[in-house]
């Protein structure tokens, strides 16, 4: 259990807070969003945002951090400042909206500090300049394997000795809510002479979380394991939309390309590494043991219960509640964000404030763990039935899946990410 006193269990806020709600003072999660066409970093509370903006313009964090690290419309200058300050703004904001904590920020103004969660457009909390998804659990790597090299080993000889990864493109990373458009793509058809191009008929989701890094180590200088925690800010919610057909006929020798880049996914809250403290836990054994710059003996995994949820348009229009098709947990992941992050950067190659690394599927043991509908129906033989009488082998127009994630811990309040939602249209 976290010794910090921002995840105290017993913290409870001046602003009111929902018994179940996903952001109560122990998560305090920062986002960027939209009011009035002008973009500010906010930080949740119950259904509230506090405004970083004005809150930067009445003085109260000056002691802990320069002003325009607040008043920016993205996270990059606060995640170059570093864990030190990532640490101080955090206990300062909740010495601010604790009960019994300073009472200067009741007393600056207060509505015009904060706006409705519900009353404003979230945006994409930094800018992204390079993003990395792994391919880092065992279960999806192996069943993967099954599907595709059914007469030879699951797992290719590296996967237990280093996290396989691919570079994505950092342009198509949206947030929660955006529309995605269906790609076009060179597949080739079952027993077809020649391939065909068109829209991906098996258009699949991925059901993944993502880290994102301050200043992680200068270029040429690899980052040591150890040092992995003052690289890391936060987590986000991440669905790696996939287009299967197009990512069969393409992946051999390079790998992933137009099959992965066509949009990913992420929840708008970022949720620090210092929230998720009461969480931690240890991961899956690794064997064999990792080489000496990918071996931790800190446990780097977090017990986040994680949802996939599927609704049809018909279910929509009839108002029938989207279909929950996966249950999983982020601690079932066999390589970590530390070793992920040490790998990534054990050339020599550099991590930056704003960087985004998707952990890659996160699937479980159980049929209905699995985080992806490739492997959920089994490439296709064994459809999902849905509530609207409709079965599901990939996914078809006006389909909207729904990912969630949420911390509980004994001893621990509960705390969510909110959701990484996408919509698919023609």
Same mark, same amino acid.
């Given at each position: 259990?976290?010794?910090d006193?921002? &995840? ?9 807070? $929902?018994e ?5 003072i ?35 964090c ?6 325009? !690290? ?11 400042a570093g864990?030190? %300050? ?5 206990t ?12 200067? +920020? ?26 990395v ?7 999806h790597?192996t ?21 396989v ?5 950092? =342009? ?13 793509? /060179? ?13 991906? &008929?098996? +258009?699949?989701i ?7 890094? =301050? ?13 992995a ?15 299967? $057909? ?18 990913t ?7 620090? +590494? $210092? ?5 931690? &836990? ?10 000496e710059?990918?071996? %931790? ?8 219960? +994680? ?16 279909? &929950?098709?996966?249950? %999983?947990?982020?601690?079932l992941?066999?390589?970590?964000m530390?070793? /992920? ?12 404030p704003?960087?985004?690394f ?9 049929? $209905? ?6 492997? !959920? ?6 459809p999902?039935?849905?509530?609207? =009488? ?28 909110g959701?990484?939602?996408? %919509?698919i249209?023609?």
């Open positions: 259990m976290s010794d006193p921002t &995840t105290d269990a017993l913290l409870a806020s001046w602003i009111p807070v $929902d179940a709600s996903e952001f109560p122990q998560n305090l999660p920062y986002g960027a969003f939209a009011c009035g066409g002008i973009t500010h970093l906010g930080v949740a509370i119950g259904d509230r945002i506090l405004d970083l903006y004005a809150l930067a313009q009445t003085g109260l000056d002691e802990v951090c320069e002003r325009e !690290l607040l008043a920016a419309p993205v996270l990059n200058p606060l995640l170059a864990r030190q %300050t990532w640490t101080a703004l955090r300062r904001l909740s010495e601010l909206l604790r009960e019994g904590g300073d009472p200067a +920020l009741r007393a600056a103004n207060a509505d015009a500090l904060f706006v409705g969660r519900n009353d404003v457009h979230m945006r994409l909390p930094m800018e992204i300049g390079d993003y998804d792994f391919y880092s659990s065992l279960e790597a069943n993967l394997g099954k599907m595709f090299r059914p007469d030879a080993q699951a797992l290719l000889p590296n996967w237990r000795w280093l996290p990864g691919y570079h994505g493109r950092a =342009g198509t990373i949206v947030i929660d809510g955006t529309p995605i458009v269906r790609p076009n793509g /060179q597949r080739m058809p079952t027993g077809a002479p020649a391939p065909a191009f068109g829209p991906s &008929t098996m +258009l699949d991925e059901l993944e979380v993502g880290f994102i890094t =301050g200043a992680a180590n200068r270029r040429g200088e690899p980052l040591a394991i150890g040092n925690r003052d690289a890391i800010f936060g987590l986000v919610l991440l669905d790696d939309w996939s287009a299967r $057909d197009i990512q069969a006929w393409e992946y051999q020798p390079l790998g992933p390309f137009l099959g992965k880049s066509f949009a996914t992420i929840s708008p809250w970022v949720v620090t +590494l $210092d929230a998720l403290d009461p969480f931690r &836990t240890k991961g899956p054994v690794q064997e064999p043991s990792p080489l710059h990918l071996h %931790t003996d800190v446990a780097w995994a977090y017990d986040i219960a +994680l949802d996939v949820s599927l609704a049809s348009q018909a279910m929509r229009e009839q108002h029938i509640e989207p279909a &929950t098709i996966a249950r %999983t947990n982020f601690n992941l066999y390589w970590n530390a070793q /992920q992050l040490a790998h990534a950067t054990s050339n020599g190659a550099i991590a930056r704003g960087d985004l998707g952990s890659g599927t996160i699937s479980g043991p159980t049929p $209905d763990s699995l985080g992806s509908l490739i492997e !959920l129906t089994w490439r296709g033989a064994r999902i039935a849905l509530p609207d =009488g409709t079965m599901r082998a990939f996914l078809e127009d006006g389909d909207e899946v729904i990912l969630s994630g949420r911390c509980n811990a004994q001893g621990a309040r509960s705390i969510g990410f959701q990484a939602k996408g %919509t249209v023609p």
